[in-house]
Nanobody, 124 residues
Framework: VQLQASGGGLVQAGGSLRLACAVS????????MAWFRQAPGKEREFAAA????????YYADSVKGRFTISRANAENSVSLQMNSLKPDDTAVYYC??????????????????WGQGTQVTVSS
């Protein structure tokens, strides 16, 4: 399974961006797709996740109320709508997919497949 992430860019604080993640090769179904992010000098951290079975969503406290993960129009695709962006949101955003148990949703070890990352830069 290969994942293709897109939609990053440069935006001013308070602005919005929309990221997309699609399965570009292989088959992935009934699992969980998520976004992680990694700022320079920091570890990769969980941002949001979407469970295909039931459509449940999960968010890190730092993005709750500002980011929305949802099913995209294309099959096996998710989008991440990011509003009210802050300079602290600056990072490389990675799309991930896998079959994590509930306690593993927030951790990189819960995901088997990873996209190439897309840069999001928020200027102050």
């Amino acid at each position: 399974v290969q994942l293709q992430a897109s939609g990053g860019g440069l935006v001013q604080a308070g602005g919005s961006l929309r990221l997309a993640c699609a399965v570009s090769e292989g088959t992935f179904s009934s699992g969980t797709m998520a976004w992680f992010r990694q700022a320079p000098g920091k570890e990769r951290e969980f941002a949001a996740a979407f469970r295909w079975n039931g459509g449940r969503t999960y968010y890190a406290d730092s993005v709750k109320g500002r980011f929305t993960i949802s099913r995209a129009n294309a099959e096996n695709s998710v989008s991440l709508q990011m509003n009210s962006l802050k300079p602290d949101d600056t990072a490389v955003y990675y799309c991930a997919a896998g079959y994590p148990i509930s306690s593993s949703i927030f951790y990189t070890t819960g995901y088997r497949y990873w996209g190439q990352g897309t840069q999001v830069t928020v200027s102050s």
